[in-house]
T-cell receptor, first 115, second 111 residues
C-alpha cells in the first residue's frame, strides 16, 4: 500500500545545529507540504512543492529550507536550530490538478525538541 | 494576510450531546476541507466542500459551506467517545494558491 513516512519520529538537538527531517511518499503525488503544529496555532505551512525542482515559501518559512530532487522526497532543513522551532512537524502530500484540489495525506509527524 | 479562525478552541460535551465547530475566513475561499486529528495522531481528511451553500453529510457529521464562501461549519449529532479529537478546517485561497488551516477545535466527549 502507498504511504507517507517521516524520519526521525523524535529528535532532540541543540541550538545552532543544522537538522534535516525526512519525508518520503510512495503515492507518486506531485504536491508535498511541510507544516508545524503548535498549541494554539493549529497547522502552519512552512514550505510546499508542486513538483520536482519546485519549492515555495509558506507562512512560516524563515529558518527553514526544502529541496525537491525527485517526486518521492521533500526533506526539510533547519539551517540553525532555535528553541522557537521546537514543535511537531508534519509532512503531507496530495494529487495535483490545475482545476481541482485534493485531500492531503499526512505522515505520522516528527517531534523536534531544540535545547 | 489570510487568516482562518475556528471557534471554539475547546469543547467538552457529554456523550450523546451535539457539537458544532465554526470556521471563518478573512477572504473568500475557493473550497474548504475538514480534517480530524486523534490525540497523538496525524490529521486525516474528512471531506471537501466546493460550492457556495453546499451541505454534505457523513453519518452523524454535517458539513456546511457558507453562501459567501467565507465560513464553514461541522456539526456532530449525538457525540460518541470515538469522536474525540481535534477538528481542523483548511481553506484554499486562489490568490495564495495554498491551503490555510484553521486553529482547530479540540473535542472532549465525557462518557
Amino acid at each position: 500500500d502507498a504511504e507517507i513516512t517521516q524520519s526521525p519520529r523524535h529528535k532532540i538537538t541543540e541550538t545552532g545545529r543544522q537538522v534535516t527531517l525526512a519525508c518520503h511518499q510512495t503515492w507518486n503525488h506531485n504536491n508535498m507540504f511541510w507544516y508545524r503544529q503548535d498549541l494554539g496555532h493549529g497547522l502552519r505551512l512552512i514550505h510546499y512543492s508542486y513538483g520536482v525542482h519546485d519549492t515555495n515559501k509558506g507562512e512560516v518559512s524563515d529558518g527553514y529550507s526544502v529541496s525537491r530532487s525527485n517526486t518521492e522526497d521533500l526533506p526539510l532543513t533547519l539551517e540553525s536550530a532555535a528553541s522557537s522551532q521546537t514543535s511537531v512537524y508534519f509532512c503531507a502530500s496530495s494529487e495535483s490538478n490545475s482545476l481541482v484540489t485534493y485531500e492531503q495525506y499526512f505522515g505520522p509527524g516528527t517531534r523536534l525538541t531544540v535545547t | 494576510g489570510q487568516q482562518v479562525m475556528q471557534i471554539p478552541q475547546y469543547q467538552h460535551v457529554q456523550e450523546g450531546e451535539d457539537f458544532t465547530t465554526y470556521c471563518n475566513s478573512s477572504t473568500t475561499l475557493s473550497n474548504i476541507q475538514w480534517y480530524k486529528q486523534r490525540p497523538g495522531g496525524h490529521p486525516v481528511f474528512l471531506i471537501q466542500l466546493v460550492k457556495s451553500g453546499e451541505v454534505k453529510k457523513q453519518k452523524r457529521l454535517t458539513f456546511q459551506f457558507g453562501e459567501a464562501k467565507k465560513n464553514s461549519s461541522l456539526h456532530i449529532t449525538a457525540t460518541q467517545t470515538t469522536d474525540v479529537g481535534t477538528y481542523f478546517c483548511a481553506g484554499f485561497e486562489d490568490t495564495g494558491n495554498q491551503f490555510y488551516f484553521g486553529t482547530g477545535t479540540s473535542l472532549t466527549v465525557i462518557p
